[in-house]
């Protein structure tokens, strides 16, 4: 397929290292990012729609990709999915711009069986959220980052206080995370990744927990990949 994955970034300052959803060398294809002023991870890691006027810029953002040639459209951050339909409605090309939107199809090939997603901020995931993304109450089995100090203090803070990404410490955090799941489910049949900075360090989870790991750079390949 030619041209290229628009990618909606959110505004924020710290290090998007390989892997991450927002370094576009991430892609299995040519990437081209696309940042929404003003949308900062305060303002989307959270139980609910983003304020009106960030929607709009989102959905205008998509367009403008569209408009250069983009192909499909995703995003770095998988609170998005209360506003999945808005966007993709706003253009013609398919959008996933969440790795939620893909835990239908996991349950599906799973066989119902339970499926462990890794959040940036597990209390943030709410109903609402959840709603959105289609997991019916108690589907999931969900543990968050927001108690990782290395993650929390350069993401899930004001873009001036962003800064570099410690990934020796995330990603050992991230592995106890997702081995404590296994442990407390051990038919958990694989691993969800909701947040855009994880996708770096699926696979060290794969590898601790022999379980397979999907992502919104799963999505973004199954979107583009025929």
């Known amino acids: 397929m030619t041209g290229f994955i628009g990618v909606l970034m959110l505004d924020t300052a710290f290090e998007r290292v390989p892997g ?3 370094h576009m060398g991430s892609y299995h294809m040519p990437a081209r990012a696309r940042v929404v002023a003003r949308a900062g991870s305060l303002d989307l890691v959270r139980d609910g729609l983003p304020d009106p006027l960030l929607i709009a810029g989102f959905c205008a953002a ?4 569209e408009a250069e040639g983009a192909v499909a459209i995703t995003s770095t951050c998988g609170f998005l999915v209360t506003v999945q339909d808005q966007i993709a409605a706003a253009v013609r090309v398919p959008v996933m711009v969440s790795a939620l939107s893909l835990f239908g ?4 090939a799973y066989g119902g069986r339970p ?5 940036a901020s597990a209390p943030s995931l709410g109903p609402l959220a ?3 993304a289609g997991i019916a109450q108690g589907e999931a089995r969900i543990a968050g980052m927001e108690d990782c100090v290395a993650f929390a203090r350069a993401i899930l803070v004001p873009k001036a206080e962003q800064g570099r990404i410690d990934q020796a410490t995330i990603e050992a955090a991230v592995v106890a995370k997702a081995q404590a799941m296994l442990r407390a489910t051990p038919d958990l049949a694989a691993f969800l990744l909701e947040c855009g900075n994880l996708p770096p360090y699926a696979a060290a989870i794969r590898v601790a927990t022999g ?3 999907y992502s919104v750079l799963t999505a973004a390949r199954m979107l583009t990949d025929q």
């Open 115 to 119: 499926i462990g997603i890794l959040t």
């Open 130 to 132: 959840q709603q959105a």
């Open 20 to 22: 991450d959803a927002g």
């Open 62 to 65: 998509a367009q403008e990709l």
């Open 105 to 108: 199809v996991l349950r599906t």
């Open 211 to 213: 379980r397979p790991v």
